[in-house]
């Protein structure tokens, strides 16, 4: 069975660091994988990709310059690292796996659960 | 970047009835297009893709069509469980942009 599981979400304060991570089961994370964002009561909003081939990664605006997207092939792990954090990118974070030609995407099928960030002084 | 227009925001069918939400793109995606429903709580979940493409899973009276900047979400029978957000996302290229969202409120 297909699943993606994030974590490391939790408080922190505005300037603040955290690492998200999604880890994989049932196939392996080596393809196109987007990060997702969904601040409270508001709507769906793309935060970054990482592609299959060549590993090159994209960013919202709002996340350029402070989030790295990147995986970890032998954890079978995609991960986050948000930077220099404030309070509007509170939100919960969902991964999902996308099958893509360059950045040009058929479909993203599966989505973890999602991990909440909060921050908050 | 491409900007997604989602119609309406907000819709009160009842059950049984046919239910239609449009997105419209600044700009020609071809058929990148993808379709989520999303429950409060859940995760998104993918319904179409190709703009036409049933999810494996997803019952029949969900259906999609349009393509170029025009697209359309319809279900045919509506049910009680599809009372939920659905949102459409441009997949054609960086951003990965979302329509704002359709809520089905429960008349």
């Not at chain 1, 509007?88 to 973890?112: H, K, L, M, P, Q």
Request: proline share 4%; glycine share 10%; charged share 15%.
């Amino acid at each position: 069975e297909v699943q993606l599981l994030e974590s490391g979400g939790g408080l922190v304060q505005p300037g603040g660091s955290l690492r998200l991570s999604c880890i994989a089961s049932g196939f392996r994370f080596s393809g196109y994988a987007i990060w997702v964002r969904q601040a409270p009561g508001k709507g769906l909003e793309w935060v970054s990709s990482i592609s299959a081939n060549d590993e090159s990664t994209h960013y919202a605006d709002t996340a350029k310059g402070r989030f790295t997207i990147s995986r970890d092939i032998s954890k079978n792990t995609l991960n986050l690292q948000m930077n220099s954090l404030r309070a509007e990118d509170t939100a919960i974070y969902y991964c999902a796996r996308g099958y893509c030609v360059g950045t040009t995407c058929g479909n993203f099928d599966s989505w973890g659960q999602g991990t909440l960030v909060t921050v908050s002084s | 970047d491409i900007q997604m227009t989602q119609s309406p925001s907000s819709l009160s069918p009842s059950v049984g009835g046919r239910v239609t939400i449009t997105c419209r793109a600044s700009q020609s995606i071809s058929n990148y297009l993808c379709w989520y429903q999303q429950k409060p709580g859940e995760a998104p979940r993918l319904l179409i893709y190709s703009a036409s493409r049933l999810q494996t899973g997803v019952p029949s009276r969900f259906s999609g069509s349009g393509s170029g900047t025009d697209f359309t979400l319809t279900i045919s029978s509506l049910q009680p469980e599809d009372f939920a957000t659905y949102y459409c996302q441009q997949s054609y290229n960086t951003p990965h942009t979302f329509g704002q969202g359709t809520k089905l409120e429960i008349k």
